[in-house]
């Protein structure tokens, strides 16, 4: 059976706002293994350190293999138990921000003017994606691309990039100069759906959440049309982009 023809996109509509945040925690949580993985071996040096530190204290100081065991065993639960935390808050503070009330953040015209999507399959949501306006770069308000997320039993059959394809048809349409986005370092997947789309690096920046873990944040951008000079600065008139 062919899976991919049967997935329709469609304007979120109000009573979708519990299976879109069902579909964005889970999602989430889908990257917290390659994050908490990246902790442990990307700070090897710190970490080694740490280790040998703690293995010379329980050993040689307190003369004790279980001291030695526990402390093993600590290090790596403590990088989960961080990330844990670190993924948490990021999920609240979306659904405490923009994920709270999603028809007035992105779709009412009097508080926003992006848009949000839906990916329908078998009258399920499986997948999501936004637009939100921000100033970006000097080139007036520009949307930005958020909330891609598509549900795990559902990856790898087109819908990101129906989605994709959704948002950036949108944004032509209304005669954005670009779409832009940021994202994790790790997210190999994501990465490779926004190059493949035509987004290109623009930025590299470190978010440090505290001394032992940081990760790199990536924007990309992806050109709609030329920059003409005297349009560099203009801000698209928003005021008909609406329930397409
Ligand atoms: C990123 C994501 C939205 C892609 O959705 P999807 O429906 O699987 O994407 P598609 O099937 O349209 O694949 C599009 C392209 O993405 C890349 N891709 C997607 N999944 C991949 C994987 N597991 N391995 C390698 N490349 C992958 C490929 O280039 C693919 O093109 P191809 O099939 O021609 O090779 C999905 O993996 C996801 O929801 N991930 C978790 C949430 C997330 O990271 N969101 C982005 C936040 S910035």
């Given amino acids: 059976m062919e899976r991919r023809s049967t997935v329709t996109l469609r304007q979120f ?6 299976r879109v945040i069902y579909v964005f925690k889970n999602s989430m949580m889908d990257l ?25 204290l329980s050993l040689y100081v307190y003369n004790s293999v279980l001291l030695c065991v526990v402390i093993v065993a600590l290090i790596p639960t403590a990088y989960n138990i961080s990330t844990h935390i670190i993924f948490k808050q990021c999920i609240r503070k979306r659904l ?33 994606v ?13 949307p930005e691309l958020t909330t891609m997320y598509v549900h795990r039993k559902y990856r790898r059959l087109g819908i990101g990039t129906k989605l994709m394809n959704k948002a950036v ?12 986005l940021t994202t994790g370092e790790d997210n190999h997947e994501a990465r490779k759906l926004y190059i493949k789309t035509g987004f290109v690096k623009i930025r590299e920046y470190v978010v440090n959440y505290h001394v032992l873990m940081s990760t790199v944040m990536t924007t990309y ?21 609406k329930q397409k």
Wanted: with cysteine.
């Fill in 13 to 18: 509509e109000e009573n979708d706002q519990r």
């Fill in 221 to 241: 951008v992806l050109n709609l049309k030329p920059v003409v000079d005297d349009a560099v600065t203009a801000t698209p008139d928003t005021s008909s982009i």
């Fill in 32 to 56: 917290f293994k390659p994050n908490y993985q990246r902790h442990l071996s990307y700070r090897r040096f710190i970490n080694v350190f740490l280790l040998a530190l703690c293995l010379y």
């Fill in 130 to 142: 936004a637009l939100f306006l921000r100033e970006f770069e000097g080139r007036g308000m520009q």
């Fill in 169 to 180: 048809q949108y944004a032509n349409d209304h005669q954005f100069s670009c779409v832009f």
């Fill in 96 to 128: 405490a921000s923009d994920l709270k009330d999603i028809k007035t953040t992105y779709i009412d015209i009097d508080s926003g003017s992006g848009n949000f999507w839906v990916a329908v399959y078998d009258g399920q949501i499986v997948g999501t």
